[in-house]
T-cell receptor, first 116, second 116 residues
Framework: AQSVTQLGSHVSVSEGALVLLRCNYS??????LFWYVQYPNQGLQLLLK??????LVKGINGFEAEFKKSETSFHLTKPSAHMSDAAEYFC??????????????FGQGTILTVHP | GAVVSQHPSRVICKSGTSVKIECRSL??????MFWYRQFPKQSLMLMAT?????????EQGVEKDKFLINHASLTLSTLTVTSAHPEDSSFYIC????????????FGSGTRLTVV
């Protein structure tokens, strides 16, 4: 079975500073990896996803993530934080085969706070 | 892009009554839909996988007689919380998968259920 660990339940940055949200995964088969953002009382919006093509994935709103197989990581970054980036972020993994086929497994989430 | 509509967005019901939540894929056919539950300040937990025209597959620990799932068409899945109790109060989110791959998911906007 696959799993995801997000390091840091809360991250606080200043507006304009680098955003780094950490995600490590565990999977016995090649994974698909995702980052989602959730605003209060709303569903999830896809920021970006890795589907075994390019290891550096660019997403919406200036976010990007790099798949590093050797480190089993898929950290999310943004060069310059905006106030509107304040939200909760979830890393998720799915696999293309096996008993967990098609199921998304989520990390615990990281709340990003952006200070003026 | 793919859109999933979830209704209602918010519902308050009395203990002992049943509540139905709808999840519709608006511009694509979804043979598979997923239902998640999210407690405050926690991650999303998969409740069940719903396949069009067949019985839903429930995750371990989820009561299938309490959470009835129906996926009667390629664009509609419903979750009915039967004989609701205050402990069923939560945020419920559906997701629809485009095609048969493991990386094309679109989420609904969620339903906040409060049982009083």
């Amino acid at each position: 079975a696959q799993s995801v660990t997000q390091l840091g339940s809360h991250v606080s940055v200043s507006e304009g500073a680098l955003v780094l949200l950490r995600c490590n995964y565990s999977s016995s088969v090649p994974p698909y990896l995702f980052w989602y953002v959730q605003y209060p009382n709303q569903g999830l919006q896809l920021l970006l996803k890795y589907t075994s093509a390019a290891t550096l994935v660019k997403g919406i709103n200036g976010f990007e993530a790099e798949f590093k197989k050797s480190e089993t990581s898929f950290h999310l970054t943004k060069p310059s934080a905006h106030m509107s980036d304040a939200a909760e972020y979830f890393c998720a993994v799915s696999v293309a085969g096996g008993t967990s086929y098609g199921k998304l497994t989520f990390g615990q989430g990281t709340i990003l706070t952006v200070h003026p | 892009g793919a859109v999933v509509s979830q209704h209602p967005s918010r519902v308050i019901c009395k203990s002992g009554t049943s509540v139905k939540i709808e999840c519709r894929s608006l511009d694509f056919q979804a043979t598979t839909m997923f239902w998640y539950r999210q407690f405050p300040k926690q991650s999303l937990m998969l409740m069940a996988t719903s396949n069009e025209g067949s019985k839903a597959t429930y995750e371990q620990g989820v009561e299938k007689d309490k959470f009835l799932i129906n996926h009667a068409s390629l664009t509609l899945s419903t979750l009915t919380v039967t004989s609701a109790h205050p402990e069923d109060s939560s945020f419920y989110i559906c997701s629809a998968r485009q095609g048969s791959n493991s990386y094309g998911y679109t989420f609904g906007s969620g339903t906040r259920l409060t049982v009083v």
